[in-house]
């Protein structure tokens, strides 16, 4: 029994009508969900993904309006990374950037691999890695745009970067528990007296399947806010070894939510020793589970238990400007 790897980010957005434009409009990625979310259901829960809205290419937002800026440190999730198809594709976004006047890098190595670091709107620090022909999981598919070639386009969720003071505690928990094995190391890109960035990988490995850790001991503690990621979800396959999960996790007296249902996926959440949020979800019943593939995110989608409060529900949302 593995975590197959990435399953979705989430985080924390201020203004979700610019949100949308620049995950959308900038970045080409798809709107395959527009819900609530669900432990506060007077506020949006905007998810973008690939094609299909595959489970392992979503990032999602909450929107909250008027949320404070977010004071970077550790016990976080600093960095996001989107797959993108070869360093083709790198050259092409980088471009783009320039013309969109998004702030970025240069493309640098990372981990042995070509990327490209940019910000969005609220700072949101993002990385772009291409796979280059790299095996391990699979890409999602391609969402085409009038101005992003397919052979372009955003393919899946890359590495996420964990920022900690002390490594140790994550680390056990990430390969004790949870089954990552340690595949390597690289250079800190901000001094080279920082430690070594540990990489660990579940799965069959490779870009959508990789958690970095980075050790920070001279950083204050993250205060989140608007642009600063919530938690991230890594995915299990199935209902059958979601249970297994959770039994695994509460044998292990980790504090948890218990198994939540989300309609979408099985979610369960918990914070590791360095007060990192992790959900395990699973990859079924999927986002087309109450809607056509051809249509997702197009309305406003609840799940089943919420559904009979839809009209009180709509009442207290604001109006989102999705244009």
């Given at each position: 029994?593995?975590?197959l790897g990435l399953?979705?980010?989430?985080?924390?957005?201020?203004?979700?009508?610019?949100?949308?434009?620049?995950?959308?409009?900038?970045?080409?990625?798809?709107?395959?969900?527009?819900?609530?979310?669900?432990?506060?259901?007077?506020?949006?829960?905007?998810?973008?993904?690939?094609?299909?809205?595959?489970?392992?290419?979503?990032?999602?937002?909450?929107?909250?309006?008027?949320?404070?800026?977010?004071?970077?440190?550790?016990?976080?999730?600093?960095?996001?990374?989107?797959?993108?198809?070869?360093?083709?594709?790198?050259?092409?976004?980088?471009?783009?950037?320039?013309?969109?006047?998004?702030?970025?890098?240069?493309?640098?190595q990372r981990a042995?691999?070509?990327?490209?670091?940019?910000?969005?709107?609220?700072?949101?620090?993002?990385?772009?890695?291409?796979?280059?022909?790299?095996?391990?999981?699979?890409?999602?598919?391609?969402?085409?745009?009038?101005?992003?070639?397919?052979?372009?386009?955003?393919?899946?969720?890359?590495?996420?970067?964990?920022?900690?003071?002390?490594?140790?505690?994550?680390?056990?928990?990430?390969?004790?528990?949870?089954?990552?094995?340690?595949?390597?190391?690289?250079?800190?890109?901000?001094?080279?007296?920082?430690?070594?960035?540990?990489?660990?990988?579940?799965?069959?490995?490779?870009?959508?399947?990789?958690?970095?850790?980075?050790?920070?001991?001279?950083?204050?503690?993250?205060?989140?806010?608007?642009?600063?990621?919530?938690?991230?979800?890594?995915?299990?396959?199935?209902?059958?070894?979601?249970?297994?999960?959770?039994?695994?996790?509460?044998?292990?007296?980790?504090?948890?939510?218990?198994?939540?249902?989300?309609?979408?996926?099985?979610?369960?959440?918990?914070?590791?020793?360095?007060?990192?949020?992790?959900?395990?979800?699973?990859?079924?019943?999927?986002?087309?589970?109450?809607?056509?593939?051809?249509?997702?995110?197009?309305?406003?989608?609840l799940p089943p238990?919420?559904?009979?409060?839809?009209?009180?529900?709509?009442?207290?949302?604001?109006?989102?400007?999705?244009?």
């Open positions: 029994m593995e975590l399953h979705h980010v989430s985080i924390l957005t201020g203004k979700a009508e610019d949100n949308y434009r620049f995950y959308t409009k900038v970045l080409g990625m798809r709107l395959v969900k527009k819900s609530v979310n669900q432990d506060d259901t007077t506020s949006y829960h905007l998810f973008y993904g690939d094609a299909k809205g595959n489970p392992g290419t979503e990032l999602t937002f909450f929107d909250i309006p008027m949320l404070a800026r977010t004071h970077p440190g550790v016990s976080s999730i600093s960095a996001t990374s989107l797959r993108v198809k070869d360093t083709e594709a790198l050259q092409f976004w980088k471009q783009r950037f320039d013309e969109k006047r998004v702030e970025h890098g240069e493309i640098t042995g691999r070509e990327t490209l670091a940019f910000e969005d709107t609220e700072g949101t620090k993002v990385i772009l890695v291409a796979d280059n022909g790299e095996t391990g999981v699979e890409p999602g598919e391609a969402w085409e745009t009038e101005e992003i070639p397919k052979q372009h386009a955003i393919v899946g969720l890359g590495p996420v970067t964990l920022t900690v003071a002390d490594l140790k505690p994550t680390e056990k928990v990430l390969t004790g528990l949870m089954g990552f094995t340690h595949v390597g190391s690289y250079p800190s890109l901000i001094s080279e007296t920082l430690p070594d960035i540990e990489i660990y990988a579940t799965g069959k490995g490779g870009t959508g399947a990789e958690v970095h850790l980075e050790t920070r001991p001279d950083l204050p503690k993250e205060r989140i806010g608007r642009g600063g990621v919530h938690h991230v979800a890594f995915r299990v396959p199935d209902e059958k070894e979601y249970d297994v999960w959770a039994e695994r996790i509460q044998q292990a007296r980790i504090p948890n939510s218990g198994k939540v249902d989300r309609h979408y996926f099985k979610a369960l959440y918990f914070r590791e020793p360095n007060g990192i949020l992790f959900e395990l979800s699973t990859d079924t019943p999927g986002f087309d589970v109450d809607e056509p593939i051809e249509s997702l995110g197009e309305n406003l989608s238990f919420l559904e009979p409060d839809r009209e009180e529900i709509e009442a207290k949302l604001r109006p989102l400007d999705l244009s």
